[in-house]
T-cell receptor
Framework: GENVEQHPSTLSVQEGDSAVIKCTYS??????FPWYKQELGKGPQLIID?????GEKKDQRIAVTLNKTAKHFSLHITETQPEDSAVYFC?????????????FGTGTLLAVQP | EPEVTQTPSHQVTQMGQEVILRCVPI?????FYWYRQILGQKVEFLVS????????KSEIFDDQFSVERPDGSNFTLKIRSTKLEDSAMYFC??????????????FGSGTQLSVL
């Protein structure tokens, strides 16, 4: 069935360092991969997304890479700041269909130490 | 910035009682969703809703669950007879889903449901 694995479950970095979170997906038909940031007491907030026709996308300090062959995609955060501390979720979906059901990873708790 | 709003933020109920969770999606959005997150677990899809009908539902969404869009702004999730295992954070989401295939889902802050 559809599944998204996410690693690591927790990640602690020093302020200014980079953080990388990795996900793998099982559904070959998935073609849309968003990343969400969830702060305490809030709902998931979309921070970046990538479609399967693109290998990399960047938005300021955040970048996402996708390897369709290996069914891997990763989130890269550079120059981390304490406000980046949150739980990050990757997800996959068969975009363009009637539903756009997101299959989420298990989440990564990122702690940025000042 | 427009946002998805959910009420209440916390709901405590007795096992066997009915609960209704309420959501106001972003006004120009066409597709609506409910997801849930059991403590410490991943966010799981429950149901999607478009054009006043369910377009897809998961195995979790059994006969005890129903959704409704009673008017032009609200979207509700009803659990008819709550069970202990229904305790979770329930998120409402919506998307514009334009012809450009904009799948960006916007989530509300959630309703924490506790079944005692």
């Amino acid at each position: 069935g559809e599944n998204v694995e996410q690693h690591p479950s927790t990640l602690s970095v020093q302020e200014g360092d980079s953080a990388v979170i990795k996900c793998t997906y099982s559904d070959s038909a998935s073609n849309y991969f968003p990343w969400y940031k969830q702060e305490l007491g809030k709902g998931p907030q979309l921070i970046i997304d990538i479609r399967s026709n693109v290998g990399e996308k960047k938005d300021q300090r955040i970048a996402v890479t996708l390897n369709k062959t290996a069914k891997h995609f990763s989130l890269h955060i550079t120059e981390t700041q304490p406000e980046d501390s949150a739980v990050y979720f990757c997800a996959g979906a068969r975009g363009g269909g009637a539903t756009n059901k997101l299959i989420f990873g298990t989440g990564t708790l990122l702690a940025v130490q000042p | 910035e427009p946002e998805v709003t959910q009420t209440p933020s916390h709901q405590v109920t007795q096992m066997g009682q009915e609960v209704i969770l309420r959501c106001v999606p972003i006004s120009n959005h066409l597709y609506f969703y409910w997801y849930r997150q059991i403590l410490g677990q991943k966010v799981e899809f429950l149901v999607s809703f478009y054009n006043n009908e369910i377009s897809e539902k998961s195995e979790i969404f059994d006969d005890q669950f129903s959704v409704e869009r009673p008017d032009g702004s609200n979207f509700t999730l009803k659990i008819r007879s709550t069970k202990l295992e229904d305790s979770a954070m329930y998120f409402c989401a919506s998307t514009e889903k334009s012809r450009a295939t904009n799948e960006k889902l916007f989530f509300g802050s959630g309703t924490q449901l506790s079944v005692l």
